[in-house]
T-cell receptor, first 113, second 116 residues
Framework: GNSVTQMEGPVTLSEEAFLTINCTYTATGYPSLFWYVQYPGEGLQLLLKATKADDKGSNKGFEATYRKETTSFHLEKGSVQVSDSAVYFCALSGRNTGNQFYFGTGTSLTVIP | DSGVTQTPKHLITATGQRVTLRCSPRSGDLSVYWYQQSLDQGLQFLIQYYNGEERAKGNILERFSAQQFPDLHSELNLSSLELGDSALYFC???????????????FGNGTRLTVT
């Protein structure tokens, strides 16, 4: 079946620290991969995406590379800010998922000054 | 601002009651999706409509129903409410009948339902 596994949270980092949130997936075929971010009191917002193997998605200093060989799509940022505090969701979608989205359980990030 | 509007923001009601949640998709989007987010179950897909017709069904209970109207807004009806139905309910929209890399989901800010 299709599934997304994210690292357990919560994650607490100091400002300017390096961030990695691990995401691995199980899917048939070649799905598109996404990271969504949910700020407190808001809905999920698309952060970045990658639609094929070796693609790198990037936005607002965040990056993730679609690794087919390791079925991973880890989220990274070189220097986090307090404003990055949010819940991050990894997701996949594609023809073999019935074109539905499958979301991970979310990883809560808190950045302290 | 995603362009997806959900009302109301908060709902508090008693067990056994019925409520209606409303969603207006982004301008130009024909697909509407409903998700339930609870602490213990994460984000669960409930149902999708495209241009007024049901397109896909997920983990939606029989006590729940939805529809999409000709103006493309959608309503999610929850009846015979139970304590366990307390959750955040999100609506999302996309332009295409199938979401994916070229048609990502855009989420509203959700309706927080509390059943007492």
């Amino acid at each position: 079946g299709n599934s997304v596994t994210q690292m357990e949270g919560p994650v607490t980092l100091s400002e300017e620290a390096f961030l990695t949130i691990n995401c691995t997936y199980t899917a048939t075929g070649y799905p598109s991969l996404f990271w969504y971010v949910q700020y407190p009191g808001e809905g999920l917002q698309l952060l970045l995406k990658a639609t094929k193997a070796d693609d790198k998605g990037s936005n607002k200093g965040f990056e993730a590379t679609y690794r087919k060989e390791t079925t991973s799509f880890h989220l990274e940022k070189g220097s986090v800010q307090v404003s990055d505090s949010a819940v991050y969701f990894c997701a996949l979608s594609g023809r073999n998922t019935g074109n539905q989205f499958y979301f991970g359980t979310g990883t809560s990030l808190t950045v302290i000054p | 601002d995603s362009g997806v509007t959900q009302t109301p923001k908060h709902l508090i009601t008693a067990t056994g009651q019925r409520v209606t949640l409303r969603c207006s998709p982004r301008s130009g989007d024909l697909s509407v999706y409903w998700y339930q987010q609870s602490l213990d179950q994460g984000l669960q897909f409930l149902i999708q409509y495209y241009n007024g017709e049901e397109r896909a069904k997920g983990n939606i209970l029989e006590r729940f129903s939805a529809q999409q109207f000709p103006d493309l807004h959608s309503e999610l009806n929850l009846s015979s409410l139970e304590l366990g139905d307390s959750a955040l309910y999100f609506c999302a929209s996309s332009v295409a009948p199938v979401a994916g890399g070229n048609s990502p989901l855009h989420f509203g800010n959700g309706t927080r339902l509390t059943v007492t």
